[in-house]
Every structure is written in C-alpha cells, then in structure tokens.
C-alpha cells in the first residue's frame, strides 16, 4: 500500500532528527582539515516549532482501487464489501407439445317407428267430419287414383304426426394422450383453436320430412364448451346424467339432404371427469404417462312426420333412423394447467475474497458487521419474450467459508425462499438487525448468523443452492422454454458493530543514514487528532485508537534499544503524546519505523466507514529531552 496520513506523523519524527545539523554554524577561517573532535551536543530540552498536517480525506488513506473489492458507493461514499458469482447460475425447461390423435367417433343411430296408419290419419284428419274420409282412406290405400278423387284439395296438403320418441344411442368419445415427463400433474387443457365436432345428420326414411323435436345433444362434462354456430341453447351446466346437454333447435331433415350442426369446444377440465375420477390426472397414479378418456356422446328426444296422406300410406307402421355422423380433429393444445417437475441443477458459487485490501485481512482484524447482506437477483424470462416465470421455484442452500463457518438459508423441508410467479424475483438475504433499503422489489430472507460469515474474513464463500419447482397447478403454453438465471452478490456496507477492530501498519524505510552519527536521549511528540465525517461532525466508523511504533534495524528486528510507548484508546480531539527512548547508540542502529494502528469500535450505532471522512493532525510539537549529540564527521 502507499504512504497513508499515518505516514505524515512518522515524518514529522524522522524530520527533527534532520533539522538539528542545519543549526549548527561553521567559521570559514578555521582549519576543520586537521584532527578535530568534530562530534557536537545541544544539551537541555529542544522543543522544535509547531506545525500540522492537512486534511487527509480517508480515499486518500485508503487508496483502494475504483473497481476493487472494497468501493465507496452512493452519494455519501460509504464503502461497501462487493463481490459477486464470476457465472451467474441457469436453469431452465420446456414443456414440450402434448400430441393428441384423432378422437373415435363412430356415427350413430337413433332408431324410431312410424305409428299406424289410423293413428296418423286421426292427426292429419281429426274429428267426426273427417270420420268417412279417414275410413275411405284405410279401406283404399292401395288406390291410390281413387284416394285422389276421396281427398280432392287435401291430397297435396302436408300434415305432422305426433311426437315420436327416439331411443337413445350412446356411442365412446375417446381420447388417448401421452404426457410429457416433465408433467406431474394435469387439470385443465386449453385449445389454441376451438375443437368442432361436426355433426351431419340425415335420414333413412325415404319419404316425408323429419323434423327434430325438443331434441337434445349430450356431450362430456369435462369438454369445456363455447360458442353453437347452429343456433341452438345450452340448458344449464350439468343435466341429471351429469352431461353437457345442449337444446338442439327444431330442424327438419329430408332423405338425401344433410343437416349440419357444428359446437365450439375450447378444452378439457379433467376436474369433471365422471366420479371417482372427477379431479387432476397425477403421474403418481399413473406412471406410464398415459391418459386415456372415455366418454359419451349422446342424442335423444323426440321427432315428428311431416307429409301428405300418400307419405303416410307409405312409411305407416314402418322403423326408420336418423343418423349422426360426426367428424371431429383432435385440437390444437396451447395452454394447459398443470403441475411441473422438471430437473433443476442450479450451480454452485464460490465467491472470492482474495483482493481485499490489506486493513481487512490481518490476523488481528475482527470485522463484524452491521449489515452483512446477499443480493439474490433472478431473472427469469420466457425465451425471447421476456415475460415472467410462470412456476413458483423454492430455493433453499447453504454458505460455507474456507473459516468452517456455515449459514444456512432456509430448508428442504420448509423452504422460504421462492422466485418467480407472483412473489418478487429479487431477494435480499440479511442478518435481521437491520433491514436494508434495497425497494419494494425484494423480498427479505433472515439468515441466522450471517454476521459470522465475516467475522474473521474469509478468502472464500462457497454459496450453494439447491431448487424445484413448487407443486402447484399453473396455467403454462406448451412449447414455450423458461428461463431463469440466478445471481449472487455479497454486498455489505463497512459499518462497524461493537467489536470490531480493524489493523493498519506503514512502515518508514531508510532513516539510517539520514540519522547517521546523531544520537537522541528522549523524543516527546504531542499533538491533537481530530477524525470527521463529511459534515465535519463526529459521525466515524469507530470511535478509539490504538497507536503501536516499532523500530526496526536493517534486518527487520526489533531494536531493543529504543522503547516507544504505545498511545492506546486515543479519541478523536484528544491530545496525543508519543514517547521514544534511547540508550547511547541505539539511534545508529535505526533503519525504519513501523507504525500500526488499530481502530476500535467500542460501542454500537458506528457510522458507515466512508471515503470521505477526514483524519488531521494540528499542533505538532516535537520536544527532544536532554538534548541532542551530532557526530559532523
């Protein structure tokens, strides 16, 4: 690291020491060439004048790099511990098209008779004064000229028969599906195109009209209906057979001539599958992944004969059908409810913290922060469309320091932390003391014992995950790949809680030979230390300092010789006095001082440590005691 403001007050001491030969002055006429004792003493005590140092702002002390590990930011530059995944971690899946082959659907007949002649004639020519005609009619069907002449006018009119009941035909709608693995679960399947069946109908009867009377189409609960191009009525819901039941509307159908009735369709809901099948199909009842429905389709009601006496006379007493036949595509599936399962391998994370700066990482320094924090950034997104994440994926994991040190977050049994659907995709993993204002965007995980995490710095955070999608039924469009990626970041302001302690030390090299041949009995420095916040209040990330000065030789040892005192819990605007002591010829030996500081946090609520807060030094005073020796040779 580079000379800090520290350095300056280790100046301002090797300083006095070079100022005392400067005072000393020389007469020219004398010989100095000869043998003289050139070796001269300044006895009593030396006090050298005032000074201070300036303002030294705590980047400046620092000097950490912009894009370093440590960093201040926002507008009061608050530093902050920032390191993030070197690859955030992916995961996605698809669910693939569900393939449906045509459905069965064979046509189907329903069976009716022609009542008797009799009956027929007593509707078409009703009451006593159509009593001959009706048994001239009986008595000369096979006459058909002289019925002629019998009905005059009433030859050509058209008449209706009473209502003929229809027997009801049941015929199978099936459906046979092959659900992807990923599905656990299905509960709804929505059509991309509406499903048309097709019905054509038609008639055996060879002459007359029929027309369907209060004729009703039976169809499956679970197909979820929508629009009738034929014009008809659907009647509630559910009918007594727990159907569909739709009202088709009078219709008149003559041989040769088809009839068509068209249903919209828009899904299935297998919710209302006849009992006891009536809920979700689950792949844990079936795990061959097959779905297989069964269902009926049925018509049934009444029909009328419209036509002449001669269409009477020739379809009286006989059986004939009207048939359906129905012409159906399997659908189109777009959207569907479902319960997913896909595979999650989220990746690990090892979090590096081999560049911090060295005030962090001595073996004295405890930091226990105020507000450790992990940002846990998703972003989810459907390819290419960025919309959300449809599924809810829990999350659960654990960190691990190289310090056998480990947090867990949350648990496989009950895990808290969820991304996607309608919960916030962004979390913010704290310690619970106090909460930071990171927005509405995140959600808040309290992790126990995250103050520990860096207790004792770590070279390493290895952050694990593990993931799955929640249980749940989703509404989910088939073909369609989801994506999420998953971020980490450590990102802890530097605020000092009480116990915290952080180690400084700079060292001043080479001062021998610019203190070769003088000799110190006793050096006293005083002066004042004034830390300040941005405002120039007392708002500082700690609150005591410990200042330790070593002399050091040429070889880096400890000069026994030479005892400085050590200034210990040193407030800010207190007056500080340093005291160094020399035995005769210690100086000598001095190559370099090193200076260690440790600053303390001695009680709770310490300030941000922020690039700009101040450290200074005013009214230094430098007061030799017994004087000084100077060796001119």
């Known amino acids: 690291m580079r000379k800090k403001a520290l350095h300056s007050l280790a100046l301002c001491v090797a300083g006095s020491f070079l100022l005392l030969p400067s005072c000393v002055e020389v007469n020219d006429d004398y010989d100095l060439s000869g043998d003289i004792d050139m070796t001269i003493g300044a006895g009593g005590n030396l006090a050298l004048p005032t000074s201070g140092t300036v303002k030294m702002k705590m980047k400046d002390i620092l000097d950490l790099e912009e894009d370093g590990i440590v960093r201040p930011m926002g507008e009061d530059s608050v530093y902050y511990l ?235 007493g006989e059986n004939f059908k009207m048939q359906a036949k129905i012409k159906m595509k399997a659908p189109a599936i777009g959207e569907v409810v479902v319960m997913v399962d896909p595979e999650i391998n989220p990746e690990s994370t090892t979090i590096e913290l081999n560049d911090l700066p060295d005030f962090l990482t001595e073996n004295e ?132 809680a009480k116990g915290s302690k952080i180690v400084y030390s700079e060292t001043v090299d080479e001062l021998g030979e610019d203190l070769d041949g003088i000799e110190v009995k006793e050096l006293k420095i005083t002066a004042m230390l004034h830390v300040e916040d941005a405002d120039g209040g007392d708002n500082i990330p700690f609150d005591k300092l410990d200042l330790t000065v070593t002399p050091l030789d040429k070889n880096g040892n400890p000069i026994a010789g030479i005892q400085v005192e050590p200034l210990l819990d040193v407030n800010s605007g207190d007056k500080i006095v340093l005291h160094l002591t020399c035995e005769s010829g210690a100086m000598d030996k001095l190559e370099s001082l090193t200076f260690e500081v440790a600053a303390k946090v001695t009680t709770d609520g310490a300030a941000p440590l922020s690039a700009k807060t101040t450290v200074q030094l005013t009214d230094v005073s430098i007061e030799l005691i017994g004087g000084v020796i100077a060796d001119l040779n």
């Open 365 to 496: 320094v405890t930091v226990i922060l105020q507000q450790p924090a992990i940002r846990l950034d998703i972003i989810a997104e459907e390819k290419n469309t960025h919309e959300p994440l449809p599924v809810k994926v829990e999350c659960w994991g654990a960190l691990n320091t190289d310090k056998n040190i480990t947090v867990n977050l949350g648990n496989e049994t009950a895990p808290e932390i969820q991304i996607g659907g309608e919960v916030n995709s962004s979390w913010c993993i704290w310690d619970g003391k106090e909460e930071p204002a990171w927005g509405s965007e995140y959600s808040y995980y309290q992790a126990v014992g995250l103050t520990n995490i860096i207790e004792e710095i770590p070279e390493k955070i290895d952050l694990s995950f593990d993931a799955r999608v929640k249980q749940e039924y989703i509404t989910i469009s088939l073909g369609t790949s989801y994506k999420a990626t998953i971020d980490y970041n450590v990102e802890c302001p530097l605020a000092l």
């Open 82 to 316: 920032i390191e993030g995944a070197d690859k955030p971690s992916t995961f996605e899946f698809e669910l693939p098209d569900i393939k449906v082959e045509d459905p069965t659907l064979d046509p189907f007949e329903l069976s009716f008779k022609i009542p008797n002649l009799e009956n027929l004639l007593n509707k078409a020519l009703p009451g006593d004064e159509n009593a001959v005609i009706r048994q001239q009619v009986l008595d000369n069907r096979d006459n058909l000229a002289l019925l002629e002449t019998i009905l005059g006018d009433k030859a050509t009119v058209e008449y209706e028969s009473p209502e003929i009941p229809l027997e009801r035909d049941v015929e199978m709608l099936n459906y046979d599906f092959t659900m992807p693995d990923e599905v656990a679960g299905l509960e709804y399947i929505g059509f991309s195109q509406p499903m048309q069946p097709d019905f054509d109908l038609t008639t055996t009867m060879p002459a007359g009209k029929l027309v369907l009377h209060n004729v009703n189409a039976e169809f499956p609960a679970m197909l979820d209906h929508d629009n009738i191009t034929f014009g008809g009525t659907w009647l509630g819901h559910l009918n007594d057979h727990g159907l569909h039941q739709y009202n088709v509307p009078d219709t008149t159908l003559t041989n040769g001539v088809h009839t068509r009735l068209q249903l919209e369709f828009v899904g299935i809901d297998l919710t209302k599958r006849p009992a006891p099948e009536n809920r979700p199909w689950e792949r844990a009842n079936h795990p061959d992944g097959k779905l297989l429905l069964e269902e009926s389709v049925a018509m049934h009601g009444s029909v009328m004969v419209r036509g002449t006496i001669f269409d009477f006379i020739a379809l009286a």
